[in-house]
């Protein structure tokens, strides 16, 4: 009888444990999935693989001549060699921020446009985000192929 009785809460307090690792675990993933923001290039965004609703990162580089201040609203556009994002951001731009040069926002969109809520610039003269660097690479390069496919198809 009293094996029956410490084999039952035995039972009970590893079923207590299993809950709460369970709970501890949930709420660990909640957690880090509202922290999880991801990245998207202006070419995804066009193709609308960028969710609706919830906020990323686009980069890019800034379109020259493209940068409006309307007192502490900004409107620019972000562009990857392909495609172009319009963006709108309220508040100070970083002191690097300029046409012609690589930039990150944060926030989401809305429509057709980003709404920013962060915009981060390069540090140095030689930075690039790395995504942003890559997905310039990668425009650059299908440039590249469709011209050489464009001069092959040529009489």
Known sequence: ???????HRRLLLIAAGLLALGAIAALVMNAFRSN?????????VAAQEAPQGR???IGGLV???SVRREG?????????GSEQV??????????????GKGVVAQGQLQGRQFLAREVLAKHDENYMPPEAA????RSQQARERAAQTLKGSTP
């Open 86 to 99: 319009p963006v709108s951001f309220q508040g100070a731009l970083p002191d690097l921020f300029k046409e």
């Open 1 to 7: 009888m009293m094996i029956k009785k410490t084999r």
């Open 72 to 80: 502490v609203r900004v409107q620019f556009v972000i562009s990857d």
């Open 134 to 137: 890559d997905a310039l690479q």
């Open 63 to 65: 379109q020259p001549g």
């Open 36 to 44: 999880l923001v991801f990245f998207y290039t202006p070419s995804q």
């Open 55 to 57: 906020s990323f990162r």
